[in-house]
């Protein structure tokens, strides 16, 4: 499966955005899907996963009760919705894919497919 995110962009502190990321190639109905970012000089972390099909979801404490992650397998798209963002959340947001699997993974090497990112910049 190909993954291409998008929706990244610049926001001041406390605003919102919504992150996409389209799949193509095969169905994301097969997949547990995944967020991590990678801000400059640091190590990928996880963000958010969810199941493939009933909707378990987890989050990293540090967005928990701000990020919400959904997917819309009709439509082949994963969206993370953002609020409350703090400058500590800028960083480069990856989707990511891991193929079956029933509950969702935190573990950065379970996910074989990964999109390209997109720029998240939080500004005090």
């Known amino acids: 499966v190909q993954l291409q995110a998008s929706g990244g962009g610049l926001v001041q502190a406390g605003g919102s955005l919504r992150l996409s990321c389209a799949a193509s190639?095969?169905?994301?109905?097969?997949?547990?899907m995944g967020w991590f970012r990678q801000a400059p000089g640091k190590e990928r972390l996880f963000v958010a996963t969810i199941s493939r099909t009933n909707g378990i979801e987890f989050y990293a404490n540090s967005v928990k009760g701000r990020f919400t992650i959904s997917r819309d397998n009709a439509k082949n798209t994963v969206y993370p919705r953002m609020n409350s963002l703090k400058p500590e959340d800028t960083a480069i947001y990856y989707c990511?894919?891991?193929?079956?699997?029933?509950?969702?993974?935190?573990?950065?090497?379970?996910?074989?497919?990964w999109g390209q990112g997109t720029l998240v910049t939080v500004s005090s």
């Open positions: 990511a894919a891991r193929f079956g699997g029933i509950m969702p993974t935190m573990d950065v090497g379970d996910f074989g497919s």
């Open positions: 190639g095969r169905t994301i109905g097969s997949y547990t």
